[in-house]
């Protein structure tokens, strides 16, 4: 019988990595969650905060402060560090260099500490940071994910949902591409059980789907969301706990997220969103599309941008 406990350690207490502790807690996805931050009392309070709502929960959880390189037993390690808040008018792509800075620091103190779980990158731009994070650790690309287009595939799926008056569970719609502006739908693989997705709005609403301005607005959402509150902290927190669920689970679905390529789809030497199956290893199989000529000119354009981006890492 198994007895070792799910450790899951969230390096970065802001409104991001608190909101995903809080959301694996909730849904009892693990026994243990370890916090690391620079500003201990701040993460101390988060320990505490943390612990008075797990009194409330049927099962145990430990609850601990620690720092990144005390990391050895740790199943699943979250990055959610931040090299500061978005200015009016700039992307994920701007916050690159601050936060490359400090995942240059993090990662290796966390290998000499003896890591040997899953990286999962949350931290923008998320596909150049998953990239930086596989190279500066040396792990097996199985190991290294980023969260990538996933929040973008339940946006846009809620959005349809929304629209069509179908639970979001039975639409199978999804986001390729960089988790930025060079995201897209790829509606040649979308239905709703079997039904293409456009066929399913004509007959539910007598429109025909406008591809272009929903894709539009799941692209702006996360931006006015960040408008509004100066955050966006409980979508990327649910996506984290989804994501560790399915490892942890062995569950071996296939979620779009943000993979290190080495051949598939034609490329290598970067990380981009991609339907991926999970397992308790990690990423165990990268699913290849068959990608509609448009779609194919669009997942070129997010390669050529996460690339570039890559060559800006210091």
Not at 24 to 39: R, W
Not at 59 to 77: K, L, N, P, Q, T
Request: charged share 20%.
């Amino acid at each position: 019988m198994n007895t070792k406990p799910r450790k899951v350690m969230i390096i970065g207490s802001g409104n991001v990595g608190t909101s995903a502790a809080y959301a694996l807690l909730n849904q009892n996805i693990c026994e243990a969650l370890l916090l690391v931050d620079l500003d201990t009392a701040r993460v101390e309070g988060h320990c505490q905060d943390l612990r008075d709502a797990a009194a409330f929960m049927p099962g145990m959880m430990s609850i601990d402060v620690r720092d990144a390189g005390d990391c050895a037993d740790v199943d699943i390690a979250v990055l959610t560090v931040s090299g500061g808040a978005l200015k009016p008018g700039q992307t994920r792509l701007d916050e690159l260099t601050n936060t490359a800075q400090i995942v240059k620091k993090i990662v290796p103190q966390m290998m000499a500490g003896g890591f040997n779980g899953i990286f999962l990158v949350a931290t923008n731009p998320c596909d150049i940071i998953t990239w930086q994070v596989w190279q500066l650790s040396g792990l097996p690309r199985s190991q290294v994910i980023g969260t990538g287009v996933w929040l973008d595939t339940t946006r846009l799926r809620r959005t349809l949902a929304e629209k069509l008056e179908i639970g979001a569970q039975s639409i199978d719609a999804f986001i390729l591409g960089e988790h930025g502006d060079a995201q897209f739908p790829v509606w040649s693989h979308s239905s709703v059980y079997g039904s293409p997705v456009s066929d399913v709005c004509l007959k539910q609403t007598g429109q025909p789907l406008d591809r272009d301005a929903l894709a539009e607005t799941v692209r702006k959402l996360g931006f006015e969301i960040y408008a509004r509150k100066g955050c966006t902290e409980y979508g990327i927190a649910a996506t984290i706990a989804e994501i560790c669920r399915n490892i942890f689970t062995g569950s071996h679905r296939a979620l779009a997220i943000s993979c290190i390529l080495d051949g598939e789809y034609g490329e290598r030497g970067l990380a981009i969103g991609v339907p991926a199956v999970l397992a308790q290893s990690g990423v165990q199989q990268i699913i290849e599309l068959q990608l509609a000529p448009d779609e194919q000119v669009k997942f070129s354009h997010a390669v050529s941008v996460i690339k570039s981006n890559i060559a800006r890492l210091p």
